[in-house]
């Protein structure tokens, strides 16, 4: 284990869904829910869902590099939202559900840059990808009733139909990258 943990901020629509997904990867110590990205100190959810504070819901993930890479990382969120819709996700539409990197040194900047370039020259995607990638700013955790969301309510109706599946392609696509139990 790396003496350096590092930290990652990504937004791909529902905070709910990416914390399931990045939560089960080896090498990934803590994924917490917030919101990045806008122009309101210490927003509510109330406020960042009306689309007016300017925030994406976003994770900030503690991760081993020696154990899983930033462009590992990257790799997975390209691969489990759909980075071709501006600011919506399935049926969660407006800003505070864009796609985004939230880029916290020149490093991970220069990263994202290629890993955007090379996943829309890989026709992954049928429509160009329009993820930001824009430098960290502020990171406001979510209320703590958005913490852990999937684990401690996976039969609310929204986890079913919108996270399991998710969390099914990412056991089938990623299997040698999960950890045992998230």
Not at 9 to 27: I, K, M, P, S
Not at 87 to 92: K, L, M, S, V, Y
């Amino acid at each position: 284990m790396s003496e350096e943990l590092e930290t990652a901020t990504l937004a791909a629509g529902c905070f709910w869904c990416v914390e399931a997904v990045f939560q089960r990867l080896n090498g990934v110590h803590e994924v917490v829910s917030g919101y990045t990205g806008g122009h309101v100190d210490h927003p509510t959810y109330q406020q960042v869902c009306t689309g007016s504070t300017g925030h994406a819901e976003a994770v900030q993930i503690t991760y081993d590099p020696e154990v899983i890479s930033f462009a590992d990382l990257l790799y997975v969120f390209w691969r489990t939202h759909d980075p071709t819709t501006l600011n919506r996700q399935g049926a969660d539409v407006g800003t505070q559900y864009r796609s985004a990197i939230f880029y916290h040194n020149d490093e991970q900047k220069a990263i994202a840059e290629k890993s955007k370039q090379e996943t829309d020259a890989s026709d992954l995607w049928p429509d160009p990808i329009v993820t930001e990638i824009v430098p960290f700013t502020q990171f406001y955790e979510a209320e703590e009733y958005h913490h852990d969301y999937y684990q401690r309510n996976p039969n609310q109706p929204y986890c079913r139909v919108v996270i399991d599946p998710k969390i099914q392609k990412l056991k089938k696509e990623f299997t040698d990258r999960l950890k045992e139990s998230p």
